[in-house]
């Protein structure tokens, strides 16, 4: 989901469609179909209040550029493979998480580079789970399914294998945000011996742990950031609760 213009939210869903929802009336009177399986993420330039372009990806491979105004592709490419789940815009190249590595593109969709973690990276079960870029300090930090280390490459060399960054007692990490000058990453793991959703606050210049937080009695689901103040973080559905947090 993200906001396209002053007057425009647009939503994409599991059914394939964009939704365009009307802030002012709260209706939805667009919609966009172009894409032929799950929309999974939506984004559109950072720093612009109103962007003339939104991008948005398809767990098929697809990405399609849309014009604002008159809500027509201007560009389209697919990606060789599948199980695309999220995509970012950084230094005029579209950044992919596909699964089974981070692909590296412009916005023509011709690949420049792919970030893959070659140890012991052979189980089919494992994938790329969630990426945050944070060009302040140079840095891509991604999370791999079934994994409890987080790896950090350098923006300024792709080539160099990345940093870990080993998460104590985690089981599993489900997912990963970036607040200010800290990574977020949500979990499952031990607390005092005792499964629990945890919580570690990274810090993104240290490159170490400064808070692990016991949240929720379920796994962390999933965390989102209100306006770099509170971060909001939800648990499986064996507990389903929210927790509200203070960012610093």
Known sequence: MVMADQNQVWVGSED????????????CNK?????????MDLIVQDGQKAPSEVYSCSVDGTVLAWNVR???????FQ????????????????????????MVVTTNGFLRQE???EENFTDTSTSFLAFQLLPEQEQLWVAC???????????????????????????EI?????VKKQVWVGSRGLWQGTPKG????????????????VAHMDTVRTLCSAEDRYVLSGSGKDEGKIAIWKGE
């Open 16 to 27: 394939s469609v964009i939704y365009i929802i009307n802030v002012h009336s709260m209706s």
């Open 31 to 39: 919609q966009l179909t172009d894409h032929r399986s799950s929309v």
């Open 70 to 76: 008159t809500l027509r592709v201007t560009s389209r």
């Open 79 to 102: 990606l060789p493979s599948g199980g695309l789940t999220s995509i970012r815009l950084h230094g005029d190249r579209l950044w992919c998480c596909t699964g089974s590595s981070i």
């Open 115 to 117: 970030l893959k973690i």
């Open 145 to 171: 399914a079934g994994r409890s280390e987080v790896y950090i490459w350098s923006l300024k060399d792709l080539a160099q294998p990345p940093e870990r960054v080993p998460l104590e007692e985690c089981s």
């Open 174 to 178: 489900v997912c990963m945000i970036r």
């Open 198 to 213: 945890k919580i570690y606050v990274i810090d993104a210049e240290s490159k170490t742990v400064e808070k692990e937080l």
